[in-house]
């Protein structure tokens, strides 16, 4: 407690000056102490631990954490590395088909975290004169909505044990404008490894969405295209890596906040894209046309899936500079997705859709038994709707929502109940039926 004027005994105890004589005097039990008492007890602190060989700076540090300068508990092992055959192997529990993509993602990230490998070793070491630097190799993902791009990150991610983040470019715009800073990438990636930056700066970035930040026009304009070529030149220095100011909370950066140092020149970024009318430009390179009549032979080309031949020249033509293409040296695309393909995606897969409803009706002891033509009405219908994978939950919620609105007003005893979907079933629940069928076993 510090008095002024009011002690009893009215001097230092130090000093033996008096209450006139200083301008404060901080009371204890039995004793006062002055403010240039003080100071001096705090230079032969300082010099004491000095001697001891500790710094004042250093305790500081210590007894206050600055931002980024946790640990994760999660990332903080060495780097697991997998064989590319390995990762593939564990995308196909999870993605069907897609096998380019796969093959391509797989050898990518292994280099990468081989890459990664070889710089923990190579740290603080003298680099021999035929030393050769590897430098990273982001990814750009074109395909076609709901075909897998997110989900091929996300199991990346997962098989690996690294950090990972997905951040939407639509929300991104110029420094300066209304919407989200480019740094606020790092910003999330950051807030997944609890504020370590070591664990940060060998995480995953997938960035969705990459298409709509294409340039607008090609003709010069005396308005800025703060949410599109403007983005892409923020990204560049990130992409390529460097040093990056990120605010750790996220939001716009201001000069109160305190800011943390991350550096990208280790940070995998994948960008993923469906690029909507891109295989116009490509079948004009290739010579053909996605609708009409051609009279030159074009039976070595697929027309069905004219982004296999995307080629980095038809993302340029898209919309995206040069400049941005160049820091994302590979390039794949993914397969739309067949009638084949939407029917072993309802089954398949680890976490397939129908499993998922057999699980949410065994909760309420009741066997799902999904008939083959049920399935193949489900992907009829997906395809035509033209929504990918993502249409394919679309249409099951439409056909058991009724059924699962019913069931918990259900008393079932101790007779075990089914619920079987045919194609009949389905066809009148996608019509607005709300019949169901239930039968005992």
Do not use: W
């Not at 993509?101 to 990664?116: G, P």
């Not at 995480?203 to 892409?232: C, F, H, L, M, W």
């Amino acid at each position: 407690m510090t008095k002024r004027g009011k002690n009893p005994q009215g001097h230092c105890s130090f000093c033996g000056r008096t209450e006139e004589e200083v301008m404060i005097l901080v009371s204890g039990m039995e004793a006062q102490i002055c403010e240039a008492c003080t100071e001096k007890a705090q230079d032969i602190i300082d010099l004491e631990l000095e001697n001891a060989g500790v710094k004042r700076e250093d305790k500081k540090q210590k007894s206050e954490p600055q931002p980024g300068a946790g640990k994760s508990e999660r990332y903080g092992g060495p780097l697991k590395l997998i064989p590319p055959r390995e990762i593939k192997s564990f995308l196909d529990q999870y993605i069907i088909g897609q096998d380019d993509a796969k093959k391509v993602l797989s050898v990518a990230v292994y280099n990468h975290y081989k890459r990664l490998q070889e710089l923990e070793k190579n740290k603080g070491k003298k680099q021999k004169d035929d030393y050769v630097e590897i430098e990273k190799s982001n990814i750009l993902l074109a395909g076609q909505t709901g075909t897998g791009k997110t989900l091929l990150a996300k199991t990346i991610a997962k098989v690996l044990n690294v950090p990972f983040a997905i951040v939407d470019a639509t929300v991104f715009t110029e420094a300066g404008y209304v919407g989200e800073d480019v740094e606020s990438i790092l910003a999330r990636l950051l807030q997944m490894c609890d504020q370590d930056v070591e664990a940060t700066e060998r995480g995953i970035v997938y960035i969705d969405e990459i298409d709509k930040i294409a340039r607008k026009q090609d003709n010069p304009s005396i308005t800025r295209d703060v949410s599109g070529e403007g983005v892409q030149q923020g990204l560049l220095k990130m992409l390529e890596g460097s040093e990056v100011m990120v605010p750790p909370q996220g939001g716009r950066k201001h000069p109160e906040q305190k800011m943390v140092k991350v550096n990208t020149e280790n940070i995998l970024f994948i960008c993923g894209g469906a690029f909507d009318g891109i295989e116009k430009l490509i079948a004009r390179r290739v010579n053909t046309q996605v609708i009409g009549f051609n009279k030159k032979s074009t039976n070595r080309i697929d027309r069905d899936n004219l982004l296999q031949y995307i080629t980095h020249a038809d993302v340029k033509a898209y919309g995206l500079i040069p400049e941005l293409l160049g820091r994302l040296p590979i390039c794949t695309y993914l397969d739309p997705l067949d009638m084949d393909a939407l029917r072993r995606i309802l089954t398949e897969p680890r976490n397939a859709i129908t499993r998922q409803y057999q699980k949410l009706f065994a909760m309420e002891g009741v066997e799902l038994i999904v008939e083959p033509s049920a399935l193949d009405f489900v992907a009829e219908m997906a395809l035509e709707y033209k929504l990918g994978a993502r249409g394919l939950r679309s249409l099951c919620e439409a056909i058991f929502t009724d059924a699962m609105f019913d069931l918990p007003m259900i008393d079932g005893g101790s007779e075990k109940k089914q619920l079987v979907i045919d194609r009949e079933y389905a066809a009148e629940k996608l019509e607005g039926s709300r019949i169901g069928r239930l039968k005992a076993a």
